[in-house]
């Protein structure tokens, strides 16, 4: 390429791309904190993996399943299974941080990375937020900068095996350095938005970001 080619227009995602480069916050396969820090405050370790939800868990297979991608994007995306599934695929190790105090470690997921799922549905300049929409109703909100992270993932499989329901299956949204609460299981929906939409626990009285090592677990926090 010559020096004087053209260069592509600058955008706001190329220039958050930069900023995330330039954080390296959150790397792929490695802990931005040494052991000793891994575990953030209030929380004690688990081996198992507890099952937390709003009590109804919907009964969704993959022939069923779709994911509408739309809002404050120049692309929206409307996938069924096949379509998901036919998008570059991500193999991630990380940590669960759950608001009631739990943590499991090293839990490795298969997926579609958030940041695919961006390039895939472009943003606008004016998308600030995204909220999760689930099967059951459930929502959960998101600042695009949290969603965009290295490790973010819409996870279709744990440990080498689909996503169990209970857990989330068919398909749910990992964001490990949050806790798990932002982490939307049954997923249905993203939704892009210029302006933030608390969800279902954040208008019940949880941490509208929910910051593990800051024990951002409820509004007076």
């Not at 190790?93 to 759950?98: A, K, P, Q, R």
């Not at 959960?140 to 290295?150: G, H, K, Q, R, V």
């Amino acid at each position: 390429m010559s020096d004087d080619a053209e260069l592509p227009p600058e955008s706001k995602l190329t220039r958050s791309k930069q900023r995330w480069a330039a954080e390296g916050k959150f790397l792929t396969g490695r802990h931005v904190r040494p052991d000793e820090q891994r575990l953030p405050p209030g929380q004690h370790l688990v081996k198992d993996w507890p099952v937390l939800d709003l009590g109804l868990t919907p009964q969704i297979g993959r022939e069923r399943w779709r994911l509408d991608v739309y809002g404050a994007v120049a692309q929206p995306v409307f996938w069924d299974w096949a379509q998901f599934t036919a998008q570059p695929q991500a193999d991630i190790v990380s940590d669960i941080h759950c608001v009631t105090t739990w943590s499991r470690y090293d839990n490795r997921w298969q997926g579609l990375a958030t940041r695919t799922l961006l390039e895939a549905c472009q943003p606008t300049d004016q998308a600030r937020f995204v909220v999760l929409h689930s099967y059951d109703g459930y929502t959960t909100n998101l600042s695009i900068e949290d969603f965009a992270a290295p490790d973010a993932l819409i996870a279709h499989s744990w440990s080498g095996a689909p996503l169990d329901q209970e857990h989330g299956g068919p398909v749910r949204l990992v964001v490990p350095h949050l806790y798990f609460w932002k982490s939307a299981k049954w997923l249905q929906a993203i939704e892009f938005r210029d302006d933030d939409a608390p969800g279902y626990w954040e208008v019940r009285g949880y941490h509208n970001r929910g910051d593990p090592w800051a024990e951002q677990r409820y509004s007076s926090d």
